[in-house]
């Protein structure tokens, strides 16, 4: 059975930074589309990142302050967030698409993890 299991949330002040960890079990981080999504509180699901072999893709909404990255070698998928702001809160979800490029389309993940929550106080 496929797993996601996410780090590395917290609490941390605006303009601070944070980076998330997404370790895969029975599952291939560098031979398949992953992305982080998240989900503020009474918000709908936002997709703010995706990563597909070399390619990436990110919501306008973090572009220039977010990067996804994965490391083959450990099998994990990583949200580097730099320049934080308050509207960044919520919970953090990794999860894996079905698609072979990146995609901020919610309906196109199958494999999601647990989450680990952000907070950032202004």
């Known amino acids: 059975q496929v797993r996601l299991v996410e780090s590395g949330g917290g609490s941390v002040q605006a303009g601070g930074s944070l980076r998330l960890s997404c370790a895969a079990s029975r599952f291939t981080v560098g031979s398949n589309c992953m992305g982080w999504i998240r989900q503020a509180p009474g918000k709908e699901r936002e997709a703010v990142a995706s990563?597909?072999?070399?390619?990436?893709l990110y919501a306008g909404s973090v572009k220039g302050r977010f990067t996804i990255s994965r490391d083959n070698a450990v099998n994990t998928m990583y949200l580097q967030m730099n320049s934080l702001k308050p509207e960044d809160t919520g919970m953090y979800y990794c999860a894996a698409a079905r698609t072979h490029y990146p995609t901020l389309q919610i309906y196109e993940y199958n494999y999601w993890g647990q989450g680990t929550q952000v907070t950032v106080s202004s």
């Open positions: 990563i597909c072999f070399q390619n990436t």
